[in-house]
């Protein structure tokens, strides 16, 4: 069964690679490697999913290949990414804050497929003294839906992810 | 004096090591004393968000006249690569640093 959320970090990552902003997942399991540009480093800092409509209900749609309309349910769901942005620590930090420029027109755009970016946010550059390395906390807000329709005999398998919802 | 004697020292029980004083530097062949530094109190290795970094530390202790620059400097033993992360000119006899293994090379 699908949640619609795998791989949830290595889209936004590729996403953000795509429009020319060095992107990695968080926590990889290998050895850290030298730094020598600014990366952005994308993690989940936070998943919300709630219902929408009644009983998750969320309206019907025609299926073109079987011809039929059918019932789509689902759920809202709120992601909270976080981009942090690491650089070496060497100069006066513009390369970091070239970077987060980078970043904030990825995210000024319609955003990830699925995903419609809410909110977007930084705090100011720090230096790491653990990592050895600038540092800038960046994270965007993410909504999306989650939805599936019923397989016959009303049983759910597969979710998707969807940033938005038509009538 | 001390000097010479310090140098007799090295050269009979110092490792052989590659110092590059600073980036885009030749590499200089000598001898010096490296040793771990113990340290109960955190791991060897430890997970970030960046990937797995190395905690370990080494003391350097080295001749006079090859001085290090901490962050530019590099000591290859063996081979394994460390930065300079501390270094200090102790009288005119040798140089005292402090290493941490070097991240991986970007691919």
Redesign the interface.
Known sequence: MSTGLENIRERMAGYLTERGVRA?T???????????AP?A?V?LRACEAGPAGFQNYLGERYNETTGLWEELYGRKVRLTFGL?L?APARGDGAELQAAFDTLAAALAGDGPRGLEVLEFSCGETEHDS??R?LKRTVQAVCQAWLYSTPQSGGLFLDFELRGGWKT | MMDREWRAILNRYGQQVLVRPGAGQEEVPLRAFLQPVLDRSRGQEVPSPLGLRREDRMLYLGPGDQPLTAGESRVTWGKRDYDVQSAHRVGDSHWWALLRPRDKEEL
């Open positions: 990695v968080a926590w990889p399991q290998g050895q850290r490697q030298v730094l020598e990366v480093v993690s942090d690491y653990q990592a390395l």
